[in-house]
């Protein structure tokens, strides 16, 4: 089935065109025109979701749950459409996206199925005391209620899971918060064909129109238009550590300031300790190759650095990624900016005197190659741009000399969205000693795995403390991401026929 985008905004049901456009840059395959979002767009769309949120904020669960679920099944009906446009236009092969579609539909359906099971809604009650000296105590009861509109903007390196229907629209929605999206410039096409889907949805459901609008563009004036709009109540975001600041920013300067759920970049550091790398380097070094070039290396949770103690053990795996990485063949990276600015990183790492390149491949345009380069824990810790993200298939090894040094390495690093150990059980104790420092550091610790590929389940965090993310006390996967969409609200004393439906029980 081919899919020809329209170019078209999506707004409250209604598929409108605009006065001025851009140009579509895919990967391969045809480009196309594409509407730019104006400052009245932003406001209807808005708009309507406010009106919608009278609606949807106050339906049964289950009608929102049967909703996500006809979306689910919208996705699928247009799957081999998406993969099409999808791997035209951000390079990913077709494998990839067809798993990235199931995690999104699979999301879909686990949202619908968490919130009709009702835990989410923490509902709590103390009962009253009228007998109670000093003074009695009035019945309270506690539930989690929708916050309103909320925008959301789609992740360049996810088109579907992070993107129009993805991750934080999936949360909004299941939470009763109509979303107002910016399609990501780099796969409009991709974001117009799940905005189909949506639309599909919405008419077999019934729900309010104004629960989902798409606005399209390639400028930085819409995505702010929308997160100042005083209808809008908060912001999900997937993204760069610099677009995430400056909308996060944007968000606290409002005359009502609102909060941002933003999932920035990380480096992700990997702490091989002293008798894993001893017992198993060569395995290591093919496993940390094979997670750092996995999608051209463009995951938020890509393990971009390794740390072991210096010695032979470090020299036979440093070697041994090397070479793994070596046979790597170039790979597409998803937009034109995004290989400029992975050749970027690359040379700047490079031209650093404190950094040894053990692979850098000279290379130009849009296909890229793995990097590795090592250096010492002394030279990381004086130099803090080392410990920042390059989006992208780049490794840095850092020799510590002692596992004490590790842990003191452990202690320079800011956010991050993981932290690994790579152990045996005789590095028990100085596992204990590193945890601590990690968890401070990190949303989700791994032992001996790879952090690439986030389970969308129940207990997983995907988030952290800055810059891995803007409000470490969230998630963006798994059913706990629909918390960030809800806020409590007590009811103190109110008739049982006045109670909200889901508190009369
Ligand atoms: P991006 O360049 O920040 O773009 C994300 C979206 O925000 C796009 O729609 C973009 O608009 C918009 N935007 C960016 N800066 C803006 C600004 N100053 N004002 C208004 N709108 C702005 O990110 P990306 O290239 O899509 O993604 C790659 C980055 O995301 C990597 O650094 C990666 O590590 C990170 N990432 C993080 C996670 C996570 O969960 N933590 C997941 C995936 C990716 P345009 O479309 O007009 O450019």
């Known amino acids: 089935m081919g899919f020809t985008p329209t170019g078209r905004h999506l707004v409250a049901g209604d598929w409108i065109e605009g006065e001025d456009f851009f140009s579509s840059a895919p990967a391969q395959g045809p480009v196309h025109r594409f509407s730019i979002g ?41 799957g081999e459409a998406i993969t099409a446009i999808g791997s035209q236009e951000t390079g990913l092969p077709a494998a990839r996206l067809q798993g990235e579609r199931a995690r999104t539909t699979g999301q879909l359906r686990l949202f619908a199925d968490h919130i009709e099971e009702g835990f989410y809604l923490d509902r709590r009650t103390d009962g009253a005391l009228p007998d109670r000296q000093p003074v009695p105590r009035p019945e309270i009861r506690m539930m989690q209620r929708p916050i309103g509109p909320v925008a959301v903007f789609g992740a360049s390196n996810f088109p579907l899971a992070f993107s129009t229907a993805g991750g934080d629209t999936a ?34 459901s019934g729900v309010h129109p104004g629960v989902f609008s798409l606005i399209q563009g390639n400028n930085r004036e819409i995505g702010q238009a929308i997160v100042q709009h005083p209808r809008i109540k908060a912001v999900g975001f997937t993204g760069s550590l610099a677009g995430g600041r400056a909308l996060f920013d944007l968000c606290a300067a409002r005359p009502e300031p609102i909060p941002f759920f933003g999932e920035l970049g990380s480096v992700n550091p990997m702490f091989l300790l002293p ?28 393990p971009g650095i390794a740390i072991v103690v210096d010695g032979r053990d470090a020299d036979r795996f440093t070697a041994a990624a090397g ?31 404190a950094v040894r390149a053990v692979l850098a491949t000279p290379m130009s345009g849009r296909d890229v190659s793995p990097s590795l380069f090592e250096t010492s824990s002394e030279r990381f810790i004086a130099d803090h741009a080392m410990g920042e993200e390059v989006f992208g298939p780049l490794g840095l090894v850092v020799r510590a000399s002692s ?3 590790m842990e003191h390495l452990a202690r320079a690093f800011a956010g991050q969205l993981t932290a690994t150990i790579h152990m045996e059980p005789s590095d028990l104790a100085a596992a204990r000693r590193l945890l601590p420092i990690l968890e401070r550091k990190a949303g989700r610790v791994l032992v001996n795995g790879f ?8 207990a997983m965090v995907h988030g952290g403390p800055y810059p891995a993310s803007t409000n470490f006390g969230a998630t963006s996967v798994g059913t706990l991401s629909i918390r960030r969409f809800l806020r409590p609200v007590a009811y103190q004393n109110l008739p049982r026929d006045l109670l909200p439906e889901d508190l009369d029980g």
């Open 38 to 78: 104006t400052s009245a767009l932003v406001n209807r769309a808005c708009e309507t979701a406010e009106d919608a949120f009278w609606h949807f904020g106050y339906s049964k669960r289950s009608e929102r749950a049967a909703f996500l679920r006809l979306l689910a099944e919208e996705i699928e009906v247009r």
């Open 171 to 204: 949360a909004a929605l299941a939470a009763g918060c109509p979303v107002v999206v910016k399609g990501h410039s780099a796969h409009p096409g991709t974001g117009e064909i799940v905005a189909h889907a949506v639309d599909a949805a919405i008419g077999r």
């Open 275 to 302: 008798q894993a790398l001893k017992a198993r380097p060569e395995a290591l070094a093919q496993g940390w190759a094979a997670s750092l070039t996995m999608g051209a290396g463009q995951f938020c949770t890509n």
């Open 323 to 353: 070479e793994a990485l070596g046979k790597v063949a170039p790979q597409t990276m998803l937009s034109d900016g995004i290989a400029r600015s992975y050749h970027e990183g690359q040379a700047r790492m490079a031209e650093r005197n």
């Open 403 to 405: 596992v004490e040094d």
């Open 451 to 458: 952090p690439t590929g986030v389970e969308v389940a129940d």
